[in-house]
């Protein structure tokens, strides 16, 4: 008796176990296989736009702290990361002069730059097991006033985008300001207060990884 209920036990253990790694081990396995590809593109975004456009890892980390905050589910917090990484890889559509002009893009130089949202969008689309990134990889520059009931994780890449882009040229003391001003405008309530929130949990040292590579300018 003894032996067969060993048997049983092992039994259950071994589909247990199974179980694990077939909805547990292997998705998480695969997401971080599709991110570390994907990150190699924004890196090459990064590269040409000489750090202007791309940058990916504090934004994917500060992203999933943010979203976790919120209580997004984990499946919608994985498909926020790759979103990340996604986001600007429409850029090598748009001509090398513009993503690199120095002075103030001309308005028709402005439409096309914003073009790279869509375009983005498309790319992911084609990617298999990645078509439902594209809906958040095309409103990452989502206003909040003009399309409220976007996906939360769109909001959230929205309003991170411009910070980390105003924490790079400024800091973060200003970038938390925009985001403020721009409060049921431009970004949604509850993602402001959820980034601003995660931000005061992190300690200055925690900024340094927003300083750009030197190698990005040779």
């Known amino acids: 008796m003894e032996g067969a209920w060993w048997a049983v036990l092992t039994a259950i253990g071994s ?3 199974l179980a694990y790694y077939a909805f547990v081990a ?5 997401h971080r296989w599709r991110c570390e590809g994907l990150r190699a593109f924004a890196r090459l975004i990064e590269l040409r736009t000489q750090g202007r456009y791309g940058r990916s890892e504090p934004l994917a980390e500060l992203a999933n702290a943010v979203a976790l905050r919120m209580g997004l589910p984990l499946h919608e917090r994985r498909r926020l990361e ?3 990484y996604l ?14 002009k120095p002075t103030a893009l001309t308005p028709a130089e402005r439409a096309l730059l914003n073009r790279h949202a869509e375009i983005s969008a498309s790319i992911a689309e084609q990617i298999p097991g990645l078509w439902r990134v594209a809906p958040i990889v095309r409103l990452h520059h989502v206003v909040y006033s003009e399309n409220p009931d976007a996906p939360l994780s769109a909001h959230i890449l929205s309003a991170l985008d411009d910070w980390l882009r105003v924490a790079e040229n400024a800091d973060v003391d200003t970038a938390a300001s925009v985001l403020k001003q721009g409060i049921g405008a431009r970004y949604h309530p509850m993602v402001v207060q959820a980034i601003l929130s ?7 040292d925690g900024w340094r990884y927003l300083t750009r590579s030197a190698a990005l300018w040779l």
């Open 26 to 30: 292997a998705p998480a396995r695969l």
């Open 15 to 17: 589909m247990l176990a």
């Open 198 to 204: 995660e931000l005061r949990q992190r300690s200055l």
């Open 87 to 100: 986001r600007d890889i429409g850029m090598v559509a748009i001509p090398y002069g513009i993503l690199n």
């Open 82 to 84: 790759l979103a990340v």
